[in-house]
């Protein structure tokens, strides 16, 4: 009897910290939703805080959205987040397998070159004069090809190759297949969990680019959605627009932060279950 109330109470303790955990997360997005759809009054009424509106505008959107910059700036955040997220994944997986493979000359200077990498930058000075001599100056792929490899997500892709049973490689090579078709024809078609995961982290980073956009783009009709944002945070109005007399900032501002970041809460429950077991998988053993 003891050990059953001992583990009712333990439950009962683990379910109320998961509760609030889960209102820690969830209530400051409620916020920033209600907010965006708040009119004006409302957010007078009650001094700038409130959860659930009980009138609903969507003027701070359309605001934000009536600028031509905006459109360009979603533009350029999907290009260089499809298709960097593509040669993110090529070349990273094109470079982890044969990491993978014990019987590699040089395998281990390679990866000490990788983690080597992971504790120590070339600077950004460096980078910059690379990125400028390379012509990628004021061009998206300034954005997508000094990150096209990640250290951390090489070494989570090589362990996971690591755990794929030798045979099928065997028994590929006895059927004649050469390393490139055993890699798209066995591995890759195997290796779905850990490139959702791979694939998810390196999307993530360059719909939220910001840093490099502001370091090699010049050009405002190439800057991506993260620069607009920061503008309008730091403004408080959508670029090259008046609108604080009819609208307030803190609405233009969440509705803002509502547009860039639904894109990416939209398309992560459709691939959790391969970002959980990627994650699994792929994680580097001591």
Do not use: C
Request: charged share 10%.
């Amino acid at each position: 009897m003891v050990t059953a109330w001992k583990d009712r109470l333990y439950t009962a303790s683990v379910y109320a910290l998961l509760s609030l955990l889960v209102v820690s997360v969830v209530f400051p997005l409620l916020y920033v939703i209600s907010v965006s759809l708040t009119p004006y009054s409302e957010v007078l009424k009650h001094g700038g805080f409130l959860v659930v509106p009980r009138h609903i505008t969507l003027a701070a959107y359309r605001a934000f959205l009536q600028d031509d910059l905006i459109p360009h700036a979603y533009g350029v955040t999907v290009f260089i987040t499809v298709v960097g997220t593509l040669v993110n994944l090529a070349l990273t997986s094109l470079m982890a397998y044969p990491l993978a493979k014990k019987y590699l000359p040089g395998r281990h200077f390679f990866l000490l070159l990788i983690v080597f990498t992971t504790l120590f930058g070339g600077g950004m000075i460096p980078t910059y004069l690379i990125v400028k001599e390379t012509g990628l100056l004021d061009s998206v792929w300034a954005m997508i090809v000094p990150g096209a490899i990640g250290s951390f997500n090489l070494l989570v892709m090589k362990a996971f190759f690591e755990n794929l049973p030798e045979s099928l490689d065997e028994a590929a090579r006895i059927d004649g297949a050469g390393e490139t078709a055993i890699l798209v024809r066995v591995v890759l078609p195997l290796s779905m969990p850990i490139m959702a995961t791979i694939g998810l982290f390196y999307a993530v980073g360059h719909w939220n680019e910001f840093f490099a956009a502001i370091i090699y783009i010049s050009d405002r009709r190439l800057h991506p959605l993260q620069v607009m944002l920061q503008n309008v945070l730091r403004a408080g109005q959508a670029p090259e627009m008046n609108i604080e007399e009819t609208l307030p900032t803190i609405s233009l501002q969440m509705a803002a932060v509502v547009l860039t970041a639904l894109p990416i809460v939209v398309i992560y429950p459709f691939i959790q279950k391969h970002f959980t077991k990627g994650v699994l998988l792929g994680s580097i053993k001591g």
